[in-house]
């Protein structure tokens, strides 16, 4: 079946500007969950969502970035007036929900901002 | 909070040698995953181990679970170039999080 898809794959923009990146699920997966990972480093939480409950957003490093999912499916991390620290590959996954279950991720996407 | 800790961080292997990657947790676990992500790919689940004491197989690794449930080992016999990569551990920080150690990149010598 189909997995975690994202898009764009690469994204380049430049300082200053928004972006969003966008993630799928797979379908009937109740969470969703966003890290970060930079340059040969780990993965760095950002937010997660889980079925209607309020997303625990504790990762987020600034209020320049924030996130949404609509209908319980798709989801997309915003982050506003990009610096070039933000540069990273963004991994969305998501799982059956609890953290007893396995996370699916996706290919990601790598985000440079110039 | 709960933090998984990872060492080595990088470890070098010449092909067909073993190795050991070692996971602890600050606390009892009820769990703990095992991730692997190739270069340039994404982190693919491989395992759980849930019980004290655990042990599971697959082909050349060995994971293993603490007594305690405090720390996890994966052991690669035979090191072969397909096993370059990140291997990650995590372990759950609530009901619904992972938290995921900070890994163990593999590079092999041919």
């Known amino acids: 079946g189909a997995g975690v898809s994202q898009s764009p794959s690469n994204k380049v923009t430049e300082k200053g500007k928004d972006v969003e990146l966008r993630c799928d699920p797979i379908?009937?997966?109740?969470?969703l969950y966003w890290y970060r990972q930079s340059l040969g480093q780990g993965l760095e939480f950002l937010i997660y969502?889980?079925?209607?409950?309020?997303?625990?957003k504790s990762g987020l490093p600034s209020d320049r970035f924030s996130a949404e999912r609509t209908g319980g499916s798709v989801s997309t991390l915003t982050i506003q007036r990009t610096q070039q620290e933000d540069s990273a590959v963004y991994l969305c996954?998501?799982?059956?929900?609890?953290?007893?279950?396995?996370?699916?991720f996706g290919p990601g996407t790598r985000l440079t901002v110039t | 909070g709960q933090q998984v800790m990872q060492i080595p961080q990088y470890q070098h292997v010449q092909e067909g040698e073993d190795f050991t990657t070692y996971c602890n947790s600050s606390?009892?676990?009820?769990?703990i995953q095992w991730y692997k992500q190739r270069p340039g790919g994404h982190p693919v689940f491989l395992i759980q181990?849930?019980?004290?004491?655990e042990v599971k197989k697959q082909k050349r690794l060995t994971f293993q679970f603490g007594e305690a449930k405090k720390n996890s080992s994966l052991h690669i016999t035979a090191t072969q170039t397909t096993d370059v990569g990140t291997y990650f551990c995590?372990?759950?920080?609530?009901?619904?999080?992972?938290?995921f150690g900070a890994g163990t990149t593999v590079t092999v010598r041919a």
């Open positions: 606390t009892t676990l009820s769990n």
């Open positions: 969502f889980q079925g209607n409950s309020a997303p625990d």
């Open positions: 995590a372990g759950p920080s609530n009901d619904y999080k992972l938290s």
């Open positions: 996954a998501s799982s059956l929900g609890r953290s007893y279950y396995e996370q699916y």
């Open positions: 181990l849930v019980k004290s004491g």
């Open positions: 379908s009937g997966h109740t969470a």
